[in-house]
């Protein structure tokens, strides 16, 4: 009996031998555990949250015209630079006919009174040449006669002005003469030759004739969400993107955050405006769409690994 117990004994101990030396002869057939390394740069790194907006000018000016008409000519296209006080376009005028019968009245009226003082002129110096009169009354005969002159003249003049906008004399200040009031670039010009024109007035802001901007002054206007805008101030700098503008950044300042947030599609958003650097020339259209990158901090020549390789413990964080 003890020798079939040694037996058993010698030969579980032989098994096992053997599985053991079969699970080391499997393991030195694995392939061995290889480790990819990064190695530790130094690098720029931004904190930063983006806007998205478009390029616009400072200031657009709105050309419309004094008086009301027909566009007779116009100077200008899309596109041209132009100065101050160089044309934009020609109107001819549709008088009014009630102004213009009274006008032409008020011609009638002053030349009646002008042959009137006149022939009071022409008597009352007949008299002062032959020593009736004194220079006295002379000289107040000759000033109603020249009053009355004058006013004829200026009955004349506005009736011109009535009938077709604009009289001798005048020059430049012509109503019908459409002038630039800026130096920049015409963006839009939203009438052709022949279309009727109202003017501007209290009532009516009239028809616009040219939009001019000055191209060296553009600005970001963009908008942020309320999650991000509680994190920006004015004079952060910006980083703009532009769409058309490929490989290319442009350098902004932040000036501007709206005290007031309004409701698209269901979220707040806040308008913001940051004035691109003047240095830079390259030229940027007016309305293309842009990213603004708002720096909140950055870090030069800093130790950096990619955020991937950072492990984090859920236990202690």
Same mark, same amino acid.
Request: aromatic fraction near 6%; glycine fraction near 6%; avoid cysteine.
């Given at each position: 009996?003890? %020798?079939?117990?040694?037996?058993?004994?010698?030969? #579980?101990?032989?098994?096992t031998?053997?599985?053991?030396?079969?699970?080391?002869? !499997?393991?030195? !057939?694995?392939?061995?555990?290889?480790?990819?390394?990064?190695?530790? @740069?130094?690098?720029?790194?931004?904190?930063?949250?983006?806007?998205?907006?478009?390029?616009?000018?400072?200031?657009? =000016?709105?050309?419309?015209?004094?008086?009301?008409?027909? =566009?007779?000519?116009?100077?200008?296209?899309?596109?041209?630079?132009? %100065?101050?006080? &160089?044309?934009?376009?020609?109107?001819?005028?549709?008088?009014?006919?009630?102004?213009l019968? @009274?006008?032409?009245?008020?011609?009638?009226?002053?030349?009646?009174?002008?042959?009137?003082?006149?022939?009071?002129?022409?008597?009352?110096? @007949? #008299?002062?040449?032959?020593?009736?009169?004194?220079?006295?009354?002379?000289?107040?005969?000759?000033?109603?006669?020249?009053?009355?002159?004058?006013?004829?003249?200026?009955?004349?003049?506005?009736?011109?002005?009535?009938?077709?906008?604009?009289?001798?004399?005048?020059?430049?200040?012509?109503?019908?003469?459409?002038? $630039?009031?800026? &130096?920049?670039m015409?963006?839009?010009?939203?009438?052709?030759?022949?279309?009727?024109?109202?003017? @501007?007035?209290?009532f009516?802001?009239?028809t616009?004739?040219?939009t #001019?901007?000055?191209?060296?002054?553009?600005?970001?206007?963009?908008?942020?969400?309320?999650?991000?805008?509680?994190? =920006? $101030?004015?004079?952060?700098?910006?980083?703009?993107?532009?769409?058309? =503008?490929?490989?290319?950044?442009?350098?902004?300042?932040? &000036?501007?955050?709206?005290?007031?947030?309004?409701?698209?599609?269901?979220a707040?958003q806040?308008?913001?405006?940051?004035?691109?650097?003047?240095?830079?020339?390259?030229?940027?259209?007016?309305?293309?769409?842009?990213?603004?990158?708002?720096?909140?901090?950055?870090a030069?020549?800093?130790?950096?690994?990619?955020?991937?390789?950072?492990?984090? &413990?859920s236990?202690?964080?």
């Amino acid at each position: 009996m003890k %020798k079939i117990v040694t037996i058993i004994i010698l030969a #579980l101990i032989a098994v096992t031998f053997v599985g053991a030396l079969y699970y080391l002869y !499997q393991k030195n !057939q694995e392939d061995p555990i290889v480790y990819e390394t990064e190695t530790p @740069s130094v690098q720029t790194i931004v904190k930063k949250t983006v806007a998205t907006g478009s390029i616009v000018p400072r200031e657009e =000016i709105l050309i419309k015209p004094n008086i009301s008409g027909i =566009i007779d000519e116009i100077y200008i296209e899309a596109g041209d630079r132009i %100065k101050s006080g &160089d044309l934009i376009a020609k109107i001819r005028v549709i008088p009014n006919v009630s102004s213009l019968q @009274s006008a032409k009245d008020a011609v009638a009226t002053a030349k009646i009174n002008l042959d009137n003082e006149k022939k009071s002129y022409d008597r009352q110096k @007949s #008299l002062f040449d032959k020593g009736v009169i004194s220079a006295n009354d002379f000289d107040n005969a000759d000033v109603a006669y020249k009053r009355a002159q004058q006013n004829y003249k200026s009955a004349q003049q506005n009736f011109e002005i009535v009938r077709t906008g604009t009289t001798s004399g005048i020059g430049s200040a012509a109503n019908t003469l459409i002038r $630039s009031t800026i &130096d920049g670039m015409v963006l839009d010009v939203p009438v052709k030759t022949g279309n009727q024109v109202i003017e @501007s007035n209290n009532f009516n802001d009239g028809t616009t004739l040219a939009t #001019l901007a000055d191209v060296n002054q553009m600005i970001f206007d963009g908008k942020v969400d309320e999650s991000e805008v509680g994190k =920006i $101030s004015e004079n952060l700098p910006l980083e703009i993107t532009v769409g058309a =503008i490929e490989n290319k950044t442009f350098d902004a300042v932040l &000036d501007y955050i709206a005290p007031k947030g309004v409701s698209e599609n269901g979220a707040i958003q806040f308008n913001i405006k940051g004035t691109l650097d003047k240095a830079d020339t390259t030229f940027i259209r007016a309305g293309l769409s842009a990213n603004a990158s708002i720096i909140l901090a950055k870090a030069k020549d800093a130790l950096a690994i990619k955020e991937a390789l950072v492990q984090f &413990d859920s236990k202690t964080d």
